[in-house]
T-cell receptor
Framework: LAKTTQPISMDSYEGQEVNITCSHNNIATNDYITWYQQFPSQGPRFIIQGYKTKVTNEVASLFIPADRKSSTLSLPRVSLSDTAVYYCLVGDHQAGTALIFGKGTTLSVSS | DVKVTQSSRYLVKRTGEKVFLECVQDMDHENMFWYRQDPGLGLRLIYFSYDVKMKEKGDIPEGYSVSREKKERFSLILESASTNQTSMYLC??????????????FGPGTRLTVT
């Protein structure tokens, strides 16, 4: 399973765009990249998943360069309610293996 | 909507007690997972199951066992609770993979305190 590295914490202000980068140098051919969000006292919640290039949904965008050794979660115009821990996961979903959660990035949004 | 429920939000047990944490999902998911979450350590996988009566060890299975007699229910068992098992326990479920989106749905968690 590919190991991921992401910043421990980030700070931002309301209305700004936040980009969280995750490094996964040993990503395998069948691995997908998935991001989860977790609020205090709640279980993590799926945000977005991608394999290559760019994926966008109503919540975020995920940018994956051609070599797939890193990925960037982009949150447009964050608000106070985006304060949470964000986890980057890499896994071979085809094989049905369990995903591994790292320590995540704690994002703090201030007014 | 997928719903994953856990039997208790808060639980206090004494050292040496046998503890059962129950998890039920209502979406006919094949895969189910048990994690524990501790400050500064993130989520760590204890056990997972990809079918009834099947189980696989995760990163930290020591001191735990699991049971999956029915597809919708996955139980985590602490045979003899110890204080270092004080933690937040999270259950999750997902479909078997077929490429594309692979999303784990989490329950609200059980905060277990062992005294």
């Amino acid at each position: 399973l590919a190991k991921t590295t992401q910043p421990i914490s980030m700070d931002s202000y309301e209305g700004q765009e936040v980009n969280i980068t995750c490094s996964h140098n040993n990503i395998a051919t069948n691995d997908y990249i998935t991001w989860y969000q977790q609020f205090p006292s709640q279980g993590p919640r799926f945000i977005i998943q991608g394999y290559k290039t760019k994926v966008t949904n109503e919540v975020a965008s995920l940018f994956i360069p051609a070599d797939r050794k890193s990925s960037t979660l982009s949150l447009p115009r964050v608000s106070l309610s985006d304060t949470a821990v964000y986890y980057c996961l890499v896994g071979d979903h085809q094989a049905g293996t369990a995903l591994i959660f790292g320590k995540g990035t704690t994002l703090s949004v201030s007014s | 909507d997928v719903k994953v429920t856990q039997s208790s939000r808060y639980l206090v047990k004494r050292t040496g007690e046998k503890v059962f944490l129950e998890c039920v999902q209502d979406m006919d998911h094949e895969n189910m997972f048990w994690y524990r979450q501790d400050p500064g350590l993130g989520l760590r996988l204890i056990y997972f199951s990809y079918d009834v009566k099947m189980k696989e060890k995760g990163d930290i299975p020591e001191g735990y066992s699991v049971s999956r007699e029915k597809k919708e229910r996955f139980s985590l068992i602490l045979e003899s609770a110890s204080t270092n098992q004080t933690s937040m326990y999270l259950c999750a479920s997902s479909l078997a993979t077929s490429g594309g989106t692979y999303e784990q749905y989490f329950g609200p968690g059980t905060r277990l305190t062992v005294t």
